[in-house]
C-alpha cells in the first residue's frame, strides 16, 4: 500500500552525513590547488612585479625589457658606497675614476642589464615554431579528415600521432638535435666536415650536403614545432569534424569542388577551433626548456638577436637567448644571492606576463571570430 | 512529354549491402515528381544517385543500370560532377544555410563560377530571391546573418541558394521535414510556382503532402519501384496492393 505520510523525512535525510563529508572533501581539494596557484603566482608577482614596475614615472622599467643581458658587478667604492653594474656600466666607471680603488668586488653571471635577448628569442622560437606547426598539422589534418578513406590503416596513422603527444620533451630536444642540428640537408659550396653525405648539384661547386642547421633559431623552431604537432593535429581534425556535414553537402550540391568546400565551407569554420588549440601550444612552446637546450638556444650572446646581421638568413642560422632556457641558467647555473634576484624573478615574472598576452591575444581573436559563427 | 531523368534497372548498394533493386522510371520536364515510402525504402538514396552527391559515401556505389539525365548517362567517368551539380539542383531536409549573409549564401555557387561584379551579383541574388518568395521578407537585411532567419525562411534561402545557379532539376529530400505546418505550405506553394521553370524531384513522408503539389508519384518498399503513376491514379486507384495498403494507411 502507498503510505503518502511516508513523503515526509522524519530526521535527517539518508545519506546526510556522508553527502555532507564528500561534499567537503572535494570542496577542500580544490581550494587547496587555487591555494597552490594563488601561492606560485603571489610569490612571483610580489617578487617580479616591482623588477619591472616603478613607483615613479614611467612607471615600466624599460631597461630590464631592452638593454641586454650582461654580468652584474657588485663593489664598494672609497666612499662606502655599494654600486651594482652591469659590465658595460661598470667598465665605463672604472674608466672614469681612474686611480681610485674599488672594494669587495664580486661578479654574478647573467645578473646584470635587462633580459631583451631573451624576450625576442622566445618570441621568435614561439612565432617560427607556430607557423611551421600550423602548417603542416592543419595540412595533416584535413588529409586526415576530409580526404583519407577511414580505413584502418588511418586510424593507425591516427593513434601514432595521437602517441607523439605522450613522448617527453626531452626526446624530442635529442631528436632535434641528431635530426635538425646535425642531419638535415643544406645547399652549401663549403661543405662541413662532419657531412654525413654530399649530392653535387652541377651548379657553380654547390653540394647538397646533409650536415644539418647547426645548432639555430631554425632547428630550434622545427624541433619545436614537432612536439606540438600532435596537439595541433588532433585538435585542428575535431574542430574540422565538428563542422556540420550539412555544409559540406550544401557546397558540394552548389556545384564546389572538394577543395573548393573545404576553403570555404570547412576550414574558415573550424577557424575558432583550432586557434584555441594552438592557444595551448603557444604556451607550452613558449615555455619549453628541453626541446632548444641542444637546437637553439645559448645562455649568454654578445648581441642583441637583430644586431650583427648580414642578411634576414642569419637570423634563422643564428643561435638565440630564450626566457625558459634563461630562467633555467639563472636558477641551476649561478650560486643565488640578493644580487641575483632581481634578475630572476624579473624574468620570470616577464615570461608569465608574455604567455599571459599571448593567451589573451588568442582568446580575443576566437572571439572574434567566433561571434561570427553559430550553428 | 519529354523526359528529364532517365533511370533504367538501376542498383544500389552500400559496402555490399543493396539498396536499390531494379529501379526503373522516366522523370517528365517540368512536373513535380514525389517518391513516398517508409523509411529507409532507399527513395533518399535514390534521389542522392541523380546529383551524385552519393559519391562522397565510402563503399557506395551504383553497381548495375544507369540514370540518364537529358539523354546523357551521368556515370560515365568524365562527366563534368561540377557542372551536373550546378544543373541539378538539392534542398536537404534538414536547412543547412552556411554561417553567411543571406546575400553570401545566395551568392556562394555565383562566386565560385567566378563571377565578381557587384551588378550581376545583386540580380542574380534579387531574382533567386523573389522566386523563391523570400525578397520581401529578407530584403532589408540581406547582409545580416542566416541564421538569424526562421527554420520555414532558411529553407526558402536554401532554395533561392540551388535556384541562383540556374539549374534545370530541382530536388528535395524532404524539405519540409522540419518545419511546421504554415512554413511546410509555404514551400508547397512556392513548388507550385517553381514547377513551371523547373523539373522538380521530391521526397517525402507526408502523403498529404504528395496529393497537394505533386503530378506523379513513385511508391517504393524496400528498394523496390512498387508502383508509379500519376498522383491521383496512385492515391485513388492503386493497382498494387501494397500501394494500397501504405495510402490508405493500414500499414506503414
Request: charged share 15%; hydrophobic share 45%.
Amino acid at each position: 500500500m502507498f503510505d503518502p505520510e511516508k513523503l515526509i523525512l522524519k530526521g535527517l535525510p539518508k545519506g546526510h552525513f556522508k553527502d555532507c563529508v564528500v561534499r567537503s572533501l572535494m570542496a577542500g581539494l580544490t581550494y587547496a590547488i587555487v591555494l597552490i596557484a594563488a601561492l606560485l603566482f603571489g610569490k612571483i608577482i610580489v617578487d617580479g612585479a616591482p623588477v619591472l614596475f616603478k613607483a615613479q614615472a614611467p612607471f615600466v622599467d624599460f631597461e630590464f625589457l631592452t638593454a641586454k643581458n650582461e654580468t652584474l658587478h657588485v663593489f664598494d667604492d672609497a666612499q662606502g658606497t655599494r654600486h651594482q653594474l652591469p659590465a658595460s656600466a661598470y667598465s665605463d666607471y672604472i674608466k672614469k675614476h681612474e686611480g681610485t680603488p674599488i672594494f669587495n668586488e664580486t661578479t654574478y653571471s647573467y645578473s646584470g642589464g635587462g633580459i631583451a635577448g631573451p624576450i625576442v628569442g622566445t618570441i621568435l622560437l614561439t612565432v617560427g615554431s607556430m607557423i611551421l606547426a600550423l602548417f603542416f598539422g592543419v595540412c595533416a589534418a584535413i588529409y586526415l579528415s576530409e580526404y583519407a578513406k577511414q580505413s584502418p590503416f588511418i586510424h593507425t596513422v591516427r593513434l601514432a600521432i595521437l602517441n607523439l603527444a605522450g613522448i617527453p620533451s626531452i626526446v624530442f630536444g635529442l631528436f632535434g638535435f641528431s635530426v635538425f642540428v646535425l642531419a638535415v640537408p643544406v645547399i652549401t659550396a663549403t661543405p662541413s666536415d662532419r657531412s654525413l653525405l654530399c649530392i653535387p648539384l652541377f651548379i657553380n661547386d654547390y653540394v647538397m650536403s646533409f650536415q644539418g642547421w647547426n645548432s639555430s633559431l631554425m632547428a630550434g623552431c622545427a624541433t619545436l614545432a614537432c612536439m606540438i604537432l600532435p596537439v595541433i593535429i588532433t585538435a585542428s581534425e575535431e574542430s574540422l569534424r565538428a563542422v556540420p556535414q550539412g555544409f559540406r553537402d550544401a557546397s558540394l550540391a552548389l556545384g564546389a569542388t572538394r577543395w573548393q568546400t573545404i576553403r570555404k565551407c570547412v576550414l574558415p569554420f573550424s577557424l575558432p577551433g583550432i586557434l584555441t588549440s594552438s592557444l595551448l601550444a603557444i604556451t607550452r612552446v613558449a615555455g619549453e626548456t628541453a626541446p632548444i637546450m641542444f637546437t637553439a638556444a645559448v645562455a649568454a650572446k654578445d648581441d642583441l638577436p637583430w644586431q650583427g646581421l648580414k642578411s634576414p638568413f642569419d637570423l634563422l642560422s643564428s643561435q638565440v637567448q630564450a626566457l625558459p632556457y634563461h630562467i633555467y641558467t639563472l636558477a641551476a647555473r649561478i650560486p643565488s644571492s640578493e644580487y641575483t634576484e632581481r634578475a630572476q624573478y624579473g624574468s620570470v615574472f616577464v615570461f608569465l606576463v608574455i604567455v599571459a598576452f599571448l593567451s589573451l591575444g588568442s582568446m580575443i581573436l576566437r572571439i572574434k571570430l567566433r561571434s561570427k559563427l553559430k550553428w | 512529354m519529354d523526359t528529364a531523368i532517365e533511370i533504367q534497372n538501376l542498383t544500389f548498394a552500400y559496402s555490399g549491402k543493396q539498396v536499390l533493386h531494379d529501379v526503373t522510371l522516366d522523370i517528365p520536364v517540368r512536373q513535380v515528381t514525389a517518391f513516398i515510402g517508409p523509411s529507409g525504402c532507399g527513395k533518399s538514396t535514390l534521389l542522392r544517385c541523380f546529383n551524385r552527391i552519393n559519391d562522397r559515401i565510402p563503399n557506395a556505389k551504383v553497381t548495375g543500370g544507369s540514370i540518364y539525365v537529358h539523354g546523357i548517362d551521368i556515370n560515365r567517368s568524365d562527366i563534368d560532377l561540377q557542372e551536373l551539380r550546378r544543373r541539378i539542383g538539392m534542398v536537404f531536409q534538414k536547412y543547412n544555410p552556411f554561417p553567411k549573409s543571406i546575400y553570401e549564401n545566395v551568392a556562394f555557387s555565383l562566386r565560385l563560377a567566378g563571377l565578381t561584379k557587384r551588378t550581376q551579383l545583386n540580380e542574380i541574388v534579387e531574382n533567386a530571391l523573389q522566386s523563391a518568395a523570400l525578397w520581401d521578407e529578407v530584403k532589408d537585411r540581406l547582409h545580416s546573418s542566416a541564421f538569424g532567419l526562421s527554420g520555414g525562411q532558411q529553407q526558402r534561402l536554401c532554395i533561392a541558394r540551388a535556384i541562383a545557379n540556374q539549374p534545370e532539376i530541382l530536388l528535395m529530400d524532404e524539405p519540409c521535414a522540419a518545419l511546421d505546418p504554415l512554413a511546410t505550405l509555404k514551400i508547397e506553394e512556392l513548388i507550385y510556382e517553381l514547377k513551371k521553370q523547373y523539373t522538380i524531384v521530391i521526397v517525402t513522408h507526408n502523403m498529404a503532402q504528395a496529393t497537394r503539389c505533386s503530378d506523379r508519384t513513385a511508391f517504393m518498399y524496400l528498394g523496390k519501384l512498387i508502383e508509379y503513376g500519376p498522383t491521383m491514379q496512385i492515391f485513388e486507384t492503386p493497382k498494387e496492393a501494397q500501394t494500397e495498403a501504405y495510402v490508405t494507411g493500414t500499414f506503414g
